[in-house]
């Protein structure tokens, strides 16, 4: 089923929890992947009402991809599946936290997080600048 999220339709998920979401001008709350056992964060995606209802029926994470405008449940074509182990609303109800059991490479590039190429500081090093990525750097 594919649906742009804000368009007025029924919805599955329960009107409990659909009352709580806090969501953007589009609809859509962010929605954080952890791996469950290690803290792992693994990638950030994008859910409306029916991607959250999806994930917590199914205990698979589905999202919405806003660049393909479609609803996606991740591992579907790569393999790389996420399966729920635990789904939780931040204090303010526009997060998303779902703890998952990943299987394979979280990135579609094929890394193991979506955080794992471009590290701007690590243990409280100096931060990396401008010139150390070959960006041109900011008027100060």
């Known amino acids: 089923m594919t649906s742009t999220p804000g368009t007025p339709r029924p919805s599955s998920l329960d009107p409990e929890i659909a009352a709580r979401l806090k969501r953007g001008a589009d609809g859509l709350v962010p929605a954080i992947a952890q791996q469950y056992d290690t803290g792992e964060v693994l990638m950030l995606g994008w859910m409306d009402e029916e991607a959250l209802h999806r994930t917590l029926t199914t205990g698979r994470c589905t999202y919405w991809s806003r660049s393909r405008r ?19 609303l931040d204090c303010d109800a526009d997060t998303v936290l779902v703890k998952v059991d990943q299987v394979g490479a979280a990135c579609h590039t094929g890394d193991r997080t979506c955080f794992d190429a471009d590290v ?7 931060a990396r600048t401008a010139a150390d ?5 900011a008027d100060q």
């Open 70 to 88: 479609e609803y996606w449940v991740k591992g579907d074509t790569s393999g790389h599946f996420q399966r729920v182990k635990s789904v939780a």
């Open 120 to 126: 701007l500081l690590e243990d409280g090093g100096t």
């Open 133 to 137: 990525s070959g960006a041109p750097a």
